[in-house]
């Protein structure tokens, strides 16, 4: 039920994601853990200042993640990717905020699951990465766009 809920959530989600990915998505990027900036302040919820951080990461790691000369600054946005996802994970949605207080558990469950596959992912990336595997960091890359928009494993 309440993971029910969560997949209908990230396909909501999917629209931001699309239009931060696509479009030009200005601002410098968000920082977890506190530095201030004004993204922080505006945030309706904490949990968009990671997710705006991972967005902006992600959508440089997607242009440059081929490109083996750019290994080194690719490990620096998986790194920011990884300190975002970890800083969400410690975080609610306001979905699971929503949610009435029987379901709230499960929920939560359900959206720390979906982090520890991006997590897996991630370290999955960094090690071919290191490794100049830069065709599977590809793959990986795109597999982590699944993760991002319907949360399968
Ligand atoms: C690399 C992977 C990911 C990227 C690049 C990403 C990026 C984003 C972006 C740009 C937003 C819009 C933030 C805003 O409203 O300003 C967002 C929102 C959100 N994302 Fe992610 N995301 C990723 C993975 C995940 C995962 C694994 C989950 C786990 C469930 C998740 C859950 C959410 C939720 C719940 C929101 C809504 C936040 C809110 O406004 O309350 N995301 N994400």
Do not use: H
Request: charge should be negative; charged fraction near 25%; hydrophobic fraction near 45%.
């Amino acid at each position: 039920m309440g993971i029910e809920r969560l997949r209908s959530c990230a396909w909501i989600l999917c629209g931001a994601m699309v239009a931060t990915l696509s479009g030009g998505c200005a601002g410098a990027p968000a920082s977890p853990g506190g530095q201030e900036g004004t993204k922080a302040e505006a945030a309706e919820n904490p949990l968009e200042v990671p997710m705006d951080a991972m967005g902006d990461a992600f959508k440089a790691l997607r242009k440059q993640v081929g490109n083996a000369s750019a290994n080194a600054s690719s490990l620096g946005l998986v790194a920011t990717l990884r300190e975002n996802a970890t800083a969400a994970r410690g975080l609610a949605p306001d979905s699971a905020e929503a949610a009435d207080a029987a379901a709230r558990p499960a929920f939560l469950e359900g959206f720390r699951a979906q982090i520890d596959r991006l997590l897996a992912s991630l370290a999955t990336l960094e090690a071919q990465l290191r490794d100049g595997k830069n065709d599977d960091a590809a793959r990986t890359v795109e597999e982590i766009v699944g993760i991002m928009y319907r949360g399968k494993e």
